[in-house]
């Protein structure tokens, strides 16, 4: 019986997700008439953003936090069918369709 519940309780940890927002969320967060909400899906957008910054993504130096808002902003109200992915896989997105990393030469990848 014991190795049943670790079995199961196992099972259950190698399904769970570790995202926290989906395109819906952050769009709702995005368009959100209380300052928190936006300030959340701002924080949000930029956080994902810097951590694939150099690998996922290379925007030029003088990219502000805004303009990162309105290209997500823009893609998550043109796409609703897309909206059911995790919102980081969809900044990421945006941001790889706008400013892909240039492949080295000695890299086939």
């Known amino acids: ?3 049943l519940i670790g079995i199961t309780t196992l099972s259950l940890c ?7 927002k989906d ?8 368009n959100a008439q209380d300052s928190f909400s936006r300030g959340v899906a701002l924080g949000y957008i930029t956080g994902v953003s810097d951590m694939g910054m150099g690998v996922v ?10 303009q990162l808002l309105d290209m997500v902003k823009n893609y998550l109200t043109n796409t609703p069918a897309e ?13 790889k369709m706008v400013w892909p990393c240039q492949k080295s030469r ?4």
């Open 14 to 20: 190698l399904t769970a997700h570790a995202e926290f």
């Open 23 to 30: 395109g819906n969320d952050l769009l709702s967060d995005i």
């Open 83 to 95: 909206r059911h992915q995790t919102a980081d896989v969809l900044v990421n997105k945006v941001m």
């Open 1 to 3: 019986m014991k190795r």
């Open 57 to 66: 993504h290379c925007p030029p130096p003088n990219v502000r936090a805004g």
């Open 106 to 109: 000695g890299n086939p990848t």
